[in-house]
């Protein structure tokens, strides 16, 4: 269980200060956080749970979240982004999930586009962000990331094998360090994204941290199914991916490593 006099504590000189909303069990962080926000709730304000009983990924996939075994966390944003900008939210998202996991574990993740955090061809973690536009102009975002720390086991039926922190790095990870490095990537990312030229920052410090951006042979899964070999991200956060009839930029939908290719790790 969470601290939260300490989290309270280490968080104190940051924008989470005060704005921390602990609940043992709910529904979907995500869910509440955009019901907080539709209601006013202040950039910052973030709502963590031990147990979510109706998890969410993108697309509404399940996501499971048994009690003590993730960590399952939503923050409110309320940046002065045009809309246009919004794609590249949840690339942030990745950037500073990676980073906590890092700091948390010193295990390094590799990032799939659009959202997955994968440690070698094992998904770990997930990245949800739902937003709310105004006159072209960014509202609110609720930033969800979820993470597997403890999980021993998972289906295996699972499209990407899942894995948790503890298995990969062979020792428990504190899941409370992981909340407060998250929380502070999560900032910074934040503000980076508010400076000239962010898009073009992300996209090169993702194609450090991914082998999924550059070079790979996948399959698009969606609405722009496709095949073809990844080319970068395009200036609007896109993925372009290289195909026989030409460029496509994919915006939605995810990816998988295509068939028969060789895996790169």
Not at 67 to 95: C, D, E, F, K, T
Not at 107 to 123: E, I, M, Q, T, Y
Not at 195 to 209: F, H, M, N
Request: charged share 20%.
């Amino acid at each position: 269980m969470f601290d939260l006099p300490s989290l309270e504590r280490a968080l104190a000189d940051t924008v989470y200060a005060s704005k921390l909303t602990f609940l043992p069990v709910t529904g979907s962080t995500n869910s509440d956080a955009m019901a907080a926000a539709r209601e006013g709730a202040p950039h910052g304000s973030v709502i963590f749970a031990d147990e979510q009983t109706a998890g969410r990924g993108r697309g509404d996939h399940a996501w499971h979240s048994a009690a003590g075994q993730g960590l399952y966390v939503s923050v409110i944003l309320r940046l002065p982004l045009p809309a246009a900008q919004l794609p590249w939210l949840p690339l942030a998202g990745g950037l500073a999930a990676a980073e906590a996991v890092r700091a948390a574990s010193g295990l390094a993740v590799d990032l799939r586009w659009p959202n997955d955090l994968l440690l070698g061809p094992r998904k770990t973690g997930g990245i949800l962000a739902e937003a709310q536009t105004d006159s072209g102009t960014l509202s609110f975002a609720v930033m969800g990331i979820g993470i597997n720390v403890h999980q021993r086991s998972f289906d295996p039926n699972l499209a990407t094998p899942g894995s948790s922190l503890d298995l990969e790095s062979g020792r428990v990870i504190d899941r409370q360090q992981l909340l407060i490095a998250l929380l502070e990537s999560l900032e910074r990312e934040g503000r980076a994204l508010l400076q000239p030229g962010a898009g073009s920052a992300i996209a090169a410090r993702l194609e450090r941290a991914s082998t999924w951006i550059r070079g790979r042979e996948v399959e698009v899964h969606g609405p722009q199914g496709c095949a073809g070999v990844t080319e970068g991200l395009d200036p609007r956060g896109f993925l372009k991916v290289r195909t026989a009839e030409g460029l496509v930029h994919v915006q939605t939908g995810g990816i998988r490593a295509a068939a028969g290719t060789v895996p790169r790790y």
